[in-house]
């Protein structure tokens, strides 16, 4: 059974940065894509970004480029979004998701597995 559980949410200023940890367990993820989303208040769940295990290579959405950067620790079964230049309009609960795929999924209903979430809360 896969279990995802996220940590390092937080309440920061504009500006900032702050890193959250995924920790992944249950079974190998070579094959298996890791997908950072979040999702505020009253609004739908929003794909940030994802990283491809085996190779490292990331990808993610306009919003966040040049300022998010997904990485993983294969040691530690660990992936990270490090976010800088937080911005108010980045406050939400941010999740993570996995799905075994060799393609590049950016939709919620394209991954199986999910953690509980951590808040990260930007004030201006």
């Known amino acids: 059974q896969v279990q995802l559980v996220e940590s390092g949410g937080g309440l920061v200023q504009a500006g900032d940065s702050l890193r959250l940890s995924c920790a992944a367990s249950g079974r190998p993820f070579s094959s298996y894509v890791m997908g950072w989303f979040r999702q505020a208040p009253g609004k739908e769940r929003e794909f940030v970004g994802g990283i491809r295990w085996s190779a490292g290579s990331t990808y993610y959405t306009d919003s966040v480029k040049g300022r998010f950067t997904i990485s993983r620790d294969n040691a530690k079964n660990t992936v990270y979004l490090q976010m800088n230049s937080l911005k108010p309009s980045d406050t939400a609960v941010y999740y993570c998701?996995?799905?075994?795929?060799?393609?590049?999924?950016?939709?919620?209903?394209?991954?199986?597995?999910w953690g509980q979430g951590t808040q990260v809360t930007v004030s201006s």
């Open positions: 998701a996995a799905v075994r795929s060799y393609f590049s999924p950016s939709t919620s209903s394209q991954y199986d597995y």
